[in-house]
């Protein structure tokens, strides 16, 4: 096997037709690993100029892995590093390398770690977040990284998902409640349920209006990440994988849906009530839709990361994500190694989490007298 390291966008652009031909064949590929997805984060979100690190595999003429990484430059702990992480990384709850399902994952993930060692010059450390406890892959590659680096993971945030089939077997009793509550709101007024209406931009914008309105810290105040959206959508809706769905009451709009499809699988984007409307209609629309996909072949709903109450209303079934971080080989690899350690434990042991605000403090005090501090534009991780 051969491997290329792609490190600029117009190299990127030419793996399309690979990178969908790779992803028709990968085993456990996800909606999010596509080329629809990734480009519209690399066009909107990585920069101008991003600095790429997509690791491709080939086993004679045919691309049998894709790695997409990218390097960006940013803060952790004392240190400004230059950190791989998978292109998609803020994006979705599930991170992946495309992998062909006729080879075995290891002998595909050796080339990647070789790949990895040989350019080790060029980063210092590794966030590989969001990698899925469902694949096979996750723990394979974090045991193939132990060889070499040191490693340290910590539980990320996990997803929720339901099997529709198993939902319709159910007692009535489980969505009792919910029934209830919508025939009480079609006696007082007129209610019209739509689901898997066409896209418009109309329903998008009113979805993100309410958003905004609803949460201060949505990413959609973020006008690069609304323009990420657009451009997905766009795509999405073109591949035919977009659906919205609606609840209006007396002719007015009071809950939107947004959903992808890919296989027989769909995903739950975004769901927002009118911020002044009538309650519960989120819950009236989630059942609907649940019976709708179900009676259309759909297997799964994958409500995807977070431990909303009303997400457990549906399901109990979750998966784990993890986060890898990896310590690179160079004079900073041991400051990394222990600050990354202090990082994960102090998430299982709040006693450290006093030390770890001193250390903060420590940061803050030097940065004050650092030279050459004012004005960076390093991003600071959220992991320092």
Known sequence: MRTEIIARRTEFLLLEDEWKRLY????GAELHDGWEWTLSCLETLRGPEPELFVIAVYDGERCVCIAPLCIERRRVGLLKVRSLRPINHGTTPYNHFLLHREYHIRDLLQPVGEALFERRDRWDFAELTSF???????????????????????EAAMT??????????????????IERRERGLRKKHQVDIRIDVPYTLELWRQL??????????SRFHDPQYERFFEKL?????????LSFSCLEIDGETECISLDFKFGDKIYGEMMNSRPDGKSGTGMI???RMLEHFALHGVAEY??????QEHKFYWTDSVRKNYHFYVCGKNGKSAYLAFWTWLKVAARQNKKLNGLKRKAVALRSGLNHFRKGSRGSHAENSGFA
């Not at 994958?302 to 431990?307: N, P, T, V, W, Y």
Request: glycine share 6%; charged share 30%; aromatic share 10%.
């Open 302 to 307: 994958d409500f995807q990361e977070g431990d």
């Open 160 to 177: 929720t998902y339901v099997k529709l089939p198993g939902m319709l077997k159910r007692s009535k009793k489980a969505v009792h409640n």
């Open 208 to 217: 993100v209006e309410w958003n905004k309105a609803r949460w201060q810290d």
């Open 24 to 27: 028709g064949q990968s085993e």
């Open 132 to 154: 899925s406890s469902k694949n096979s892959l996750t723990f394979l590659l974090r045991q193939a990284l132990e060889e070499k680096y040191s490693v340290f993971a910590a």
């Open 233 to 241: 959508l766009d795509r999405m809706n073109r591949t035919g994988q």
């Open 285 to 287: 629309l989630t059942h």
